[in-house]
């Protein structure tokens, strides 16, 4: 795998909708502004990008669109995890015909699996497929939990296993992850407040939804820690505080689509049930979050 892969940050897109259908041009051109504001590769059908409300031809079309806009100008990852081991296999082999660059594979929800479980899970996907695996590891969501013990069978097994997006504010078990496996496991933040203090104990990158709105920010807030400034890091953190506070003001990516559609990046914030666009009340603390970190739509699209 080559070093840079898989490092720095990497935005999980939001699918736009338009008139209840994916709106695949809009995405594209979503695509097009993460390249010109130096992000280092994108994740579509992530959380931020409401896959569950997608179908199976939806999810594949919209990894297709990602490389052949991407034109191997960044990274394209495909997550493609189900509760369904069959779908999730289907998915991945999608993703690897449309020529993805990784996988990221969340771990199967509602089932609440035991972690013997989970590591056969891995072991077996990542088995089918020649690209990068990264375990996606989001318990707030999918009411799922990884053992240190779990990943590490898993990663003993399955060489193609090669990092995890660990969205949980357990900052020990990212700790315990590094110590395990080394700075070559590619370890990513996903959640905002902790992509500072992740990547300063050693993660190699971010998956952060704000990266939607603010990607050159979150991009530079990864190079800085690259090259060691911690000091410049820890102010760009503090910049974009309120920003990574406000993708929680109501479930992901309620606030961010709505932020998206006022700084011109949507047409509009549309969701599906049972995801619903802001309220009124929420619209104007949005607005007010944007106004104070100096976002507009002349400064989104100027900014680079």
């Known amino acids: 795998m080559d070093a840079s ?14 008139n209840g259908a994916v709106d695949y041009d809009a995405f594209a051109a979503l695509i097009e502004h993460q390249i010109a504001q130096g992000s280092h590769g994108v994740v579509v059908c992530g959380t931020t990008g409401e896959p569950t409300a997608l179908t199976y031809d939806e999810r594949a079309e919209l990894m297709r669109v990602a490389v052949r806009t ?73 009411g799922v939990t990884l053992e ?27 700790t315990q992850l590094l110590a395990r496996f080394g700075p070559e496991f590619r370890l990513f933040a996903g959640l905002e407040e902790l992509s500072f203090p992740m990547l300063a104990i050693g993660a190699g990158g971010v998956m952060n939804a704000v990266a939607n709105i603010a990607p050159r920010q979150v991009a530079a807030l990864c190079d800085t820690v690259a090259r060691g400034d911690l000091v410049g890091a820890r102010r760009l953190h503090t910049q974009l505080d309120e920003l990574n ?33 802001a309220t009124a009340d929420l619209e104007h603390r949005l607005d007010a979050v944007l106004d104070r970190a100096g976002l507009t739509p002349a400064s989104v699209r100027t900014s680079g």
């Open 148 to 174: 240190l013990s779990t990943v590490e069978r898993i990663v003993d097994a399955a060489p193609g296993v090669v990092g995890m997006k660990h969205a949980s504010n357990d900052l020990a078990f990212a």
């Open 70 to 142: 991407s034109a191997r100008r960044t990274a394209v990852v495909a997550a493609t995890g189900s509760a369904s081991h069959a779908e999730t296999v289907a998915l991945t082999a999608e993703a690897e015909r449309a020529g993805a660059d990784a996988l990221l594979i969340v771990t199967p929800y509602f089932v609440r699996p035991p972690q013997r479980g989970l590591a056969e899970y891995y072991i077996d996907l990542a088995g089918r497929t020649r690209l990068p695996v990264l375990i996606y590891h989001i318990p707030g969501r999918t």
């Open 245 to 277: 506070q406000s993708v929680f003001f109501d479930t992901n990516p309620i606030p961010i689509k709505y932020m998206m559609k006022r700084l011109g990046l949507l047409a509009s914030n549309e969701h599906r049930l049972p995801m619903v666009p």
């Open 5 to 18: 892969l898989l490092r720095g940050s990497y935005p999980p897109l939001v699918t736009p909708f338009r």
